[in-house]
Structures are given as C-alpha cells and as structure tokens.
C-alpha cells in the first residue's frame, strides 16, 4: 500500500514532542486492535452489521487520532460496511488490519 503507516511527526508534534507519551499510546493502541480482533471477525462471519460498525468506528477514531493513517482508513472502511450492511471485503480489509498492527508493532520495535 502506497499510504504511510503512520505520519509519526504530525502525532508527535500533536502531543508536544513528548515521544514517550506517544510510544505509550501506541502500544496501547495495539492493544486495543488485539482485544477487538476477534469480535471484529465474529461481527463480520454473523454479519453484524451493528457490532461492526460501533468496533470499528471506535478503533478508527483512535487510530486517527495518532496519525496510523492506514489502519483508520481500514476501520474507516470496516464502518462503512457495517454502516451498509454489508461484508463484501470484510475479510480483506481485516487480514490488511492485521498486516499493519504487525508493521506498527515492528515500527515501535525500532523506535
């Protein structure tokens, strides 16, 4: 995907410089994907379209709000369907999700 996995400037100077602080939010934001990962799946595999919607709205404000630009536009997304009431892409955009919790996680890692 062509988009950046994150704009860590614009997150950083959002939080006044204060790395730290941003590490710990993204680590928690990690921790918010895993421990809604699987209600996600659960959502789209009953076709609950309510349930998710509401996770997925949820995780997209809190990616936003970090600047993890791609993982937002998949919640985004994710919404959308629920919104929709539809899954077509469900499964594609999860699996997606997935890859770029591991790249944020790696990032973190390195950082």
Not at 82 to 102: F, I
């Amino acid at each position: 995907m062509s988009t950046n996995l994150i704009d860590y400037q614009e997150a950083l100077d959002r939080l006044g410089g204060d790395e730290e602080f941003l590490t710990e939010l993204l680590e928690e934001l990690i921790l918010q994907i895993d421990q809604n990962f699987k209600d996600i799946q659960k959502a789209i595999n009953e076709k609950n379209f309510g349930e998710l919607r509401s996770l997925s709205h949820s995780l997209k404000g809190a990616s936003a709000n970090l600047n993890v630009t791609r993982l937002a536009g998949h919640f985004l997304h994710l919404e959308d369907l629920g919104s929709s009431n539809s899954v077509d892409g469900a499964e594609e955009l999860l699996e997606a999700v997935g890859n770029d919790r591991k790249e944020l996680e790696i990032f973190l890692n390195q950082n």
